[in-house]
C-alpha cells in the first residue's frame, strides 16, 4: 500500500474553538502571574482578604522556586491561573471547592487547608463582634 504525504500531515487549526472545548489559554510566566495575582487582590479583594490572599500567594510562590518538576510546575501555575481568572471575574464568592481536587491532596495540603479555613473561621468571628 502506497502512502502520499496528503494523508500523513492533514492541517489543523491550532488555537480554533471548534468543537465542545475551548482552546486553552497559554500559561502565563511565573512572575507576570504573580504580579497579577497581587495586582487582583489589590483591585478585588477587601483589606483583610487581601492580607491573607498576599502572604498565602508569596508563601506558595517562595516554597515552590527549587521546584523542578515540569509537571509540577504546570499544575501549579495552571491553578494559581485559573484562581487569578476567578478573582478577577468575581466569581470565586460563595464557590466550594471541587470534591475531586480535595481527594487529590496531600496530607501536607489538606493541613494547610485546615489552617487556611480556622484563620478564616476567626477573623470572621472577630469581624462580626465589631459588626455588633
Given at each position: ?55 498565602y500567594v508569596k508563601s ?39 470534591k475531586g481536587k480535595i481527594?487529590?491532596?496531600s496530607d501536607q495540603q ?23
Amino acid at each position: 500500500m502506497k502512502l502520499s504525504l496528503c494523508f500523513l500531515a492533514n492541517p489543523t487549526a491550532v488555537g480554533s474553538t471548534k468543537g465542545l472545548k475551548p482552546a486553552p489559554l497559554a500559561l502565563l510566566p511565573p512572575i507576570p502571574l504573580y504580579r497579577r495575582l497581587l495586582r487582583g487582590h489589590r483591585n478585588f479583594l477587601p483589606q483583610q482578604m487581601r492580607v491573607l490572599g498576599d502572604e498565602y500567594v508569596k508563601s506558595e510562590f517562595r516554597s515552590h522556586r527549587e521546584v523542578e518538576n515540569p509537571m509540577h510546575i504546570i499544575g501549579f501555575l495552571t491553578e494559581w491561573q485559573m484562581y487569578a481568572q476567578q478573582i478577577e471575574g468575581d466569581s470565586w464568592r460563595g464557590e466550594r471547592l471541587d470534591k475531586g481536587k480535595i481527594d487529590k491532596m496531600s496530607d501536607q495540603q489538606l493541613g494547610q487547608l485546615y489552617e487556611l479555613m480556622q484563620v478564616i473561621q476567626k477573623q470572621g468571628k472577630e469581624g462580626g463582634d465589631e459588626d455588633l
